[in-house]
């Protein structure tokens, strides 16, 4: 650093370096989300301007450490999720045995999850009564899992995170007690507004797949 003396001659100090003690202690944590910029003596207008370089590169800093560590929430979150295709849903469904279980047909099973949650394993719907519905099939947090918010019955014994990841045999096992009660698939509005008495065939047609499409509706 160059210094001017009162005579107009000039002499070099050496910058002095910032103490040891500074850097301890540091972890990942501490220089993604709150970096520190090593602060110098303040000596007249150049040492102000350092000082303000060093602020603005340290909000730099954070705000970049901060976009990381979002970033990595997201991709974490988002990974293990699916929005299925029509046939690939089928397919699944088939091999776990919903066609033909208790008089429903795989076309019926499609209609629900389209309208319900257009085939999205990560979909969370939100009720005026406070409750949840989450995954594929929108199951209910008040009755079939634990969201650890909503009071709930918990009759399928789960997790309702677990209703949002596209390994979806747990959500199969779960709506074949929903569709085992009293209401049938009536528990879904969107089955009785869109799917009850329709033609559920197109809901089959391209798929390479054993499953009949007219299968016996019932209504219980």
């Not at 070099?12 to 040891?20: D, I, L, Q, T």
């Amino acid at each position: 650093m160059c210094v001017c003396n009162k005579d107009g001659t000039e002499e070099y100090a050496e910058v002095p370096s910032p103490p040891a003690s500074m850097f301890r202690n540091l972890s990942l944590r501490s220089l993604l989300i709150e970096p520190r910029v090593p602060e110098y003596p303040v000596h007249g207008e150049s040492g102000a301007r350092s000082q303000l370089v060093g602020l603005v590169v340290d909000v730099i800093m954070r705000a970049w450490g901060t976009v990381i560590v979002i970033l990595t929430m997201l991709m974490v979150a988002t990974v293990d999720t699916k929005i299925y295709g029509r046939c690939n849903l089928a397919m699944k469904l088939e091999k776990a045995g919903l066609n033909g279980f208790l008089g429903y047909s795989i076309g019926d099973w499609l209609c629900v999850a389209h309208y319900e949650s257009g085939f999205d394993t990560s979909f969370v719907d939100h009720n005026p009564d406070g409750s949840s519905e989450y995954g594929i099939f929108q199951l209910n947090s008040a009755w079939w899992c634990d969201n650890g918010i909503t009071p709930t019955l918990n009759l399928c014994h789960m997790e309702c995170r677990d209703l949002l990841n596209r390994h979806i045999l747990d959500d199969i096992m779960c709506v074949k007690q929903v569709v085992s009660s009293r209401n049938g698939m009536n528990a879904w509005d969107s089955w009785t507004r869109h799917c009850y008495g329709h033609d559920l065939s197109e809901w089959l047609k391209g798929c390479n797949m054993h499953a009949k499409p007219d299968a016996k509706i019932m209504t219980s």
